[in-house]
């Protein structure tokens, strides 16, 4: 049995601005597999979806096996992605947009 975190991909019909608003959840799985973490994180995901309105899961699911036991300030996702764009047009790109709904204060 191993640690695996999962991210999913939610997306929310908010009726604002036109737009969809879109959840990535991490959660935290102890399972034989990373398969087998992926399918109760996709049962997970599903649930999750279905007790929020307008709330719709895209079916995008990522798994990181974990390098160690969770403990605090453990590593509980980890995704690497190639890009020719420089720091800064890449955090803009793909994670400081200006759209951003956070739920905890980041200092800003």
């Known amino acids: 049995m191993?640690?695996?975190?999962?991210?999913?991909?939610?997306?929310f019909d908010l009726g604002e601005?036109?737009?969809?608003?879109?959840e990535e959840r991490l959660t935290l799985w102890r399972a034989e597999s990373a398969p087998?973490?992926?399918?109760?994180?996709?049962?997970?995901?599903?649930?999750?979806?279905?007790?929020?309105?307008?709330?719709v899961f895209?079916?995008?699911?990522q798994a990181c096996d974990l390098p160690e036991e969770p403990g605090h300030g453990g590593?509980?996702?980890s995704l690497m992605r190639d890009s020719a764009l420089l720091p800064d047009k890449y955090v803009a790109a793909?994670?400081?947009t200006g759209w951003e709904r956070r739920s905890i204060s980041d200092g800003e």
């Open 36 to 55: 087998a973490a992926l399918e109760l994180a996709g049962q997970d995901a599903a649930d999750y979806a279905r007790c929020l309105d307008g709330c």
């Open 75 to 77: 590593e509980v996702f």
């Open 17 to 22: 601005r036109g737009v969809l608003t879109y």
């Open 2 to 11: 191993g640690w695996f975190g999962v991210r999913a991909v939610f997306a």
């Open 94 to 96: 793909f994670f400081d």
């Open 58 to 61: 895209t079916g995008l699911l």
